[in-house]
């Protein structure tokens, strides 16, 4: 659609007030209303350009909402405890009224697929409708990170697949020793995933018909690296090969492909956990702009409908009293605070960005030259598609917005008594402010950097990683922990180095309980030289 | 394009297998809550759940992430009174806006709290009778709610065609149409006795016109009357019939215990298993089950259940004064013939020796001929005693209704019982 022709339909909106009849008038919803509501919402969506996949609404009980958040969302997943933790906890809590369920859960898959709860009025239905299926839904679609990394009409096959060649290890090889493998994986998963390269999107068919070959070869190779230990004249070679020849920040391809002793089974499922952490890795880097993006757009296309007349004051009153709520943001010091609710500051600055293009003022001129005073839509839905949280504050974050919300940023080191405010809401600081903002959102500044340095291939085939501090911020204390499940899925001695700024080593763990399985260790060696 | 999809008759029960896995794991900490559970409630009081609490810690999923300290900036909203440049103490506990990054705050905020979920009244009693080495029948009569069965009671508006009970029904009409007609057929009566009076005049003194009035209101009378349907919906009657649990007998439970200062803490733990046992069992059988705790050293009393298990005693052991006790209670409050008397025994093995025989001659004269079955378990890792030989003298002349066995672990208790459940499976057979 043109610009001539969107302003067009906006126009005819906003003059001739063509009042129409409201849908309904009670609260109560009924399969014939969803879908009316769908058809407005679909029609004043389409009329914004929100480019979408199909909808498939599913309406499910307050149980099945459970499920569905036990299994971080997904239609079908792979059976695991800590899925039944995450269910027992929420049943827990749900049942003595500590807490309310999300009002959706929506699936980056085509067609995209949200649930409504029965339990939910018809206001909070379209509201989910609108939230989910056009909000979220177009972002899944249009974000570029989502269309790089993901493939939505692949993921429910893949999760099929998952799920049944799990259920097949499980019988073949016990559900212990399946969970000790997916254990160790969970606890890499946020180090599963391709930060740079780009991935072959996943396709289940295609997956199914490899993964038989792929545990032969993958064997093979492994094989072939380790083959080549006894033979003298490598060892005389005095030049050191390192392996692996750069370090590897993707720690589960990394295992995935060279952990010696990890049979075929065990790399596959590596491999399917994997897959996962990239399916969600876009979700991570995008939670302000996608809950901004869906907020924004069922804020409008709500108020759309009530400028049309197709829904009663009432309903608004309901709509607006929810709205309200998600978009609060607790000050800092209020015992509710737990940080910047993404709701509010994507909302916000979905919002702000609109004003600046329809009403900039002098400072937004300054500070925005080349949207201000353009296209509203064009601009949003351009930085819907190109941006991510960090790169998205940092681009569009306004000084007025930060004076609303008076953001300031302070410097908490911990070898100084006092907390230092670097910047505040005002001339001086709105850029400082924006950046460490920014900087927040940045995963690679959330998780710390932690890489496959190297092998000790001639050696006792230890593993060695390095951790790369930022600003001194050490290691948690799962960090042993996670070290041991490393060692599960190595099968020797496993080594992490924590790195000051200077480069020199400030921590070490290491995980080498060689006595406890030793004879074991030893023989699976020697086969593997055989 | 949108699908509106109804998902709400799918199954809900998705995550079942997750949580069984759960559970499975933590299977341990279940373990140890629902033992402690045990210990704490009554022995009539088996059959709820329970809340189980496993340290928060132990559940946790590690994963690498930043941990306190070191340098860092971060960006906070609603500032107040701040400006660029000031210099504010770091609050203590980390309460607001300190020191761990974000998120990390409120996640170890929690982490001093437990993990905290309930099990079902199922799982709880599986838990309970893990150690105990049930076979699965029993396991499952134990679970299971009482066997129903259906009785006639009485009659009911609704019902299906197959308990339609006729003769009610035709009488409930009769009667509908005798009440119904009642107050014409009072007209009737009269307009009749008015036509006759009228007929036996003399001809010529006959009114014609009041002659055929009074036809007619006969007439019409005598329509009102047939119109009163035959049979009505109203007047249908079913055969009632209701759902009754299949036992309705009462049973008591004597627990006999020895609570000498020999009797350890852990020992009565065991007892208890014991006696658990045999409660859930006849609660299964019996409509009202009553439980009579004795307890005896040199003389025996009669207590509750708290005293029962955790008063502390000592001194010596005659266990015949237990049995003497046993034998008045039943005689004074419990008629063999209304009542199905157990009796259950734990001991020690301790007894004074002289007194052995005398238990032997008083189990089997005054207390055996009441009781449907008697169980005597002796908790000892040592040899056996008199009161044991005693006892197994006795054992061939009881038959199936006397059971004894020495034990050292909660898994040997079910073979004491293993005759009293295998005679109910196969009775359930039959």
């Known amino acids: 659609m043109s610009e001539e022709e969107f302003t067009n339909t906006q126009s005819k909106k906003e003059h001739k007030p063509n009042r129409k009849e409201p849908i309904s008038t009670g609260s109560e919803w009924t399969f014939e209303l969803l879908e009316k509501y769908d058809k407005e919402i679909a029609r004043i969506a389409k009329s914004y350009r929100l480019d979408t996949y199909p909808n498939q609404i599913e309406v499910i009980t307050a149980e099945q909402m459970m499920d569905a958040y036990a299994s971080v969302g997904m239609p079908i997943s792979y059976h695991h405890w800590s899925y039944g933790k995450h269910f027992l906890h929420t049943q827990t809590h749900y049942q003595r009224g500590q807490m309310g369920l999300a009002y959706e859960i929506v699936i980056n898959s085509d067609p995209c697929i949200a649930y409504l709860m029965e339990e939910n009025t018809m206001c909070m239905q379209a509201l989910v409708i609108a939230h989910a299926c056009y909000g979220h839904n177009s972002f899944f679609k249009g974000n570029y990170l989502f269309r790089t990394w993901t493939d939505a009409s692949a993921i429910i096959d893949y999760l099929v697949f998952a799920r049944k060649y799990i259920k097949s290890c499980e019988e073949r090889h016990g559900v212990d020793a399946v969970e000790e493998t997916l254990d160790a994986a969970h606890a890499l998963m946020n180090y599963g995933v391709d930060r740079y390269k780009r991935p072959r999107p996943i396709s289940a068919e295609e997956e199914k018909q490899r993964q038989e070959e792929r545990e032969d070869i993958l064997q093979q190779q492994v094989n072939d690296l380790w083959r080549t230990l006894p033979e003298k004249e490598k060892s005389s070679d005095k030049k050191q090969h390192r392996f692996p020849s750069e370090p590897q920040e993707n720690l589960l391809y990394f295992l995935e492909k060279n952990a010696p002793l990890l049979k075929p089974w065990q790399r596959e499922i590596l491999r399917i956990v994997r897959k996962l952490a990239q399916y969600f890795y876009p979700q991570r880097q995008t939670q302000v702009m996608n809950e901004g993006w869906a907020t924004f757009w069922h804020y409008t296309l709500l108020n759309t409908m009530h400028e049309e007349g197709l829904v009663t004051d009432g309903f608004m009153m309901e709509f607006l009293a929810s709205h309200t709520s998600v978009v609060y943001q607790p000050p800092f010091d209020s015992p509710h605070f737990s940080g910047i609710n993404p709701y509010t500051l994507g909302f916000n600055m979905m919002v702000d960005i609109r004003r600046i293009c329809e009403h900039p003022t002098d400072e937004d001129k300054e500070w925005f030259p080349d949207i201000a005073g353009s296209d509203w839509l064009d601009t949003l839905h351009f930085a819907m598609k190109n941006f991510k949280d960090e790169s998205f504050v940092l681009q569009y974050l306004s000084p007025k917005l930060m004076r609303d919300l008076k953001l300031f940023s302070i410097l908490d080191d911990d070898r100084k008594m006092h907390i230092h405010i670097e910047a505040i809401h005002d001339e001086m600081g709105y850029r400082k402010v924006r950046e460490n903002l920014a900087k927040q959102y940045d995963l690679s500044f959330r998780e710390p950097n932690i890489q496959v340095y190297s092998v000790d291939v001639e050696g006792d085939r230890s593993l060695t990683m390095h951790h790369y501090r930022q600003n001194n911020v050490p290691l948690n204390d799962d960090s042993s922990e996670v070290l041991k499940h490393l060692r599960t899925l190595w099968g020797f001695d496993v080594y992490l180095h924590s790195l000051g700024d200077d480069g020199k080593v400030i921590k070490s763990y290491s995980c080498a309980e060689r006595n406890h399985s030793g004879d074991q260790l030893e023989l699976d060696a020697n086969q593997l030289i055989i | ?430």
């Open chain 2, 1 to 430: 394009m949108s699908y509106i999809i109804d998902r709400r008759l799918n199954g809900k029960n998705k995550s079942m297998v997750n949580r069984q896995r759960f559970l499975r794991r933590y299977k341990s900490h279940i373990k140890k809550a629902v033992t402690d559970a045990v210990s704490k409630r009554s022995i009539t009081d088996m059959e709820r759940g329970e809340k189980i609490s496993i340290p928060t810690r132990d559940t946790q999923e590690p994963v690498f992430g930043h941990g306190q300290g070191g340098s860092r900036d971060r960006v906070l909203p609603g500032n107040k009174e701040f400006h660029a440049g000031d210099k504010v103490l770091r609050p203590k506990g980390g309460g607001g806006g300190g020191g761990a990054g974000e998120g990390q705050a409120s996640n170890q905020g929690e982490g001093d709290d437990d993990f905290s979920f309930f099990i079902s009244k199922d799982e709880f009693l599986d838990y309970v009778f893990e150690d105990l080495a049930l076979p699965n029948l029993v396991k499952k009569t134990l679970n299971e709610h009482d066997a129903m069965e259906y009785r006639r009671a009485g009659f009911t508006a609704t019902g299906t065609a197959n308990n339609l009970a006729i003769v009610r029904s035709m009488r409930s009409a009769q009667a509908r149409r005798i009440a119904l007609s009642a107050s014409s057929r009072k007209k009737l009566k009269l307009a009749m006795a008015d036509l006759e009076d009228e007929e036996a005049k003399d001809p010529d003194l006959q009114n014609p016109i009041k002659i055929t009035e009074l036809n007619e209101r006969i007439k019409k009378l005598e329509d009102k009357i047939k119109k009163i349907p035959f049979i009505d919906t109203f007047d249908i009657k079913y055969r009632n019939i209701v759902k009754e649990p299949v036992p309705s007998t009462k049973a008591v439970m004597f627990c006999v215990m020895d609570v000498s200062g020999s009797m350890t803490q852990q020992i009565k733990e065991m007892a208890k298993r014991f006696y658990i046992l045999l409660y859930l069992f006849l609660q299964r059988n019996y409509e009202k089950t009553e439980v009579v705790f004795i307890r005896h050293h040199t003389s025996a009393k009669e207590v509750d259940e708290q005293e029962f298990f955790y008063s502390r005693e000592t001194g010596g052991t005659i266990v015949s004064s237990a049995l003497q006790l046993m034998s008045e209670i039943i005689e004074e409050r419990y008629n063999p013939s209304e009542w199905n008397i157990y009796g259950a025994q734990a001991s020690d093995g301790d007894n004074w020796d002289d007194d052995s025989p005398q238990c032997a001659k008083l189990l089997h004269e005054k207390v055996m001929p009441f009781l449907q079955y008697f169980a005597y378990i002796e908790i000892t890792p040592n040899a056996h005693q008199a009161l044991w030989r005693a006892y197994e003298d006795l054992a061939p002349q009881l038959g199936e209704r006397f059971a004894m066995e020495q034990i050292t672990g909660a898994d040997e208790i079910y073979p004491v019982f293993r005759e009293l459940f295998s005679r109910k499976t196969m009775k359930q057979a039959v």
